[in-house]
Nanobody, 115 residues
């Protein structure tokens, strides 16, 4: 029911910042818990951050204090602010929506942290 599209990825130097965006289309966006996942080369996909409609957030230990998930329900948008990036953050980042009866994935956006 909900469709997702990520944007904002790219090449950034270590210590830099990026802000990823996820645009949702479809109905009842505010009813979904929104998540950010990432998949690095040769590794499993892992959850980076999660956020509910009313503001509950949870982060992977590796990104706590550096990443922030936020959402704008009126604009059907979710964001991932990434600060103090390191090469270990290099991955394809995916937006994920989790609803009561369905879920959806975005197509992914590449984040590369390198000099």
């Amino acid at each position: 029911q909900v469709q997702l599209m990520e944007s904002g990825g790219g090449l950034v130097q270590p210590g830099g910042s990026l802000r990823l965006s996820c645009a949702a289309s479809g109905s009842r966006f505010s009813a979904y818990t929104m998540n950010w996942y990432r998949q690095a080369p040769g590794k499993q996909r892992e959850m980076v951050a999660t956020g509910t409609s009313n503001g509950y957030t949870k982060y992977a230990d590796s990104v706590k204090g550096r990443f922030t998930i936020s959402r704008d329900n009126l604009k059907n948008m979710v964001y991932l602010q990434m600060n103090n990036l390191t090469p270990e953050d290099t991955a394809v980042y995916y937006c994920h929506a989790l609803g009561t009866f369905d879920s959806a994935w975005g197509q992914g956006t590449q984040v590369t942290v390198s000099s």
